[in-house]
């Protein structure tokens, strides 16, 4: 694309507003891919297409689950107005949910547990380097002298 604007900046004329004739327009030569490349190309751009479809498709799912669960609580709510402190029970809850949040806050513990060892190891890789440098140092001072 630069390289065509490049051709038509160089081809303009004038002084006030600079303009290109319509012959020279027509004489431009604008590279095109192949037809096999065009194909491959929008073959590609397909397939980007269906996966941001099937993220919309997803993300609408999720949102009618939310709005759902929200309704049922709210009106759990409007119904037991008079136990106001217990509006959302344990029995409420579904089992599968009570197993995703263990099963999350488990993987979080790990995720947690396994940083902590990263970073550990790699302050005691730190100070093995450090220790070696320093040692190399000695040495190369010990044979210069």
């Known amino acids: ?10 081809l303009a004329t004038g002084t006030a507003q600079k303009g290109i004739n319509q012959e020279n327009f027509y004489n431009i030569d604008i590279l095109l891919p192949s037809l096999e490349d065009q194909e ?5 751009m397909g397939q980007y297409d269906n996966l941001v479809e099937l993220q919309k498709q997803q993300i609408e799912s999720i949102d009618l689950t939310i709005k759902e669960r929200f309704e049922f609580h709210l009106r759990k709510c409007t119904e037991s107005s008079k136990e106001l402190s217990s509006v959302i029970t344990t029995d409420e809850i579904k089992i599968s949910d009570k197993i995703d ?16 060892v990263v970073l ?12 070696v440098v320093l040692e190399e140092e000695e040495e190369v001072k010990k044979n210069k002298k």
């Open 1 to 10: 694309m630069i390289i065509i604007q490049d051709e038509i900046y160089k």
């Open 101 to 116: 949040l263990t099963e999350s806050l488990e993987k979080s513990k790990v995720k947690k547990n396994k940083s902590i």
């Open 40 to 44: 491959k190309i929008v073959k590609q």
């Open 120 to 131: 550990e190891e790699e302050k005691e890789v730190k100070k093995n380097k450090s220790k």
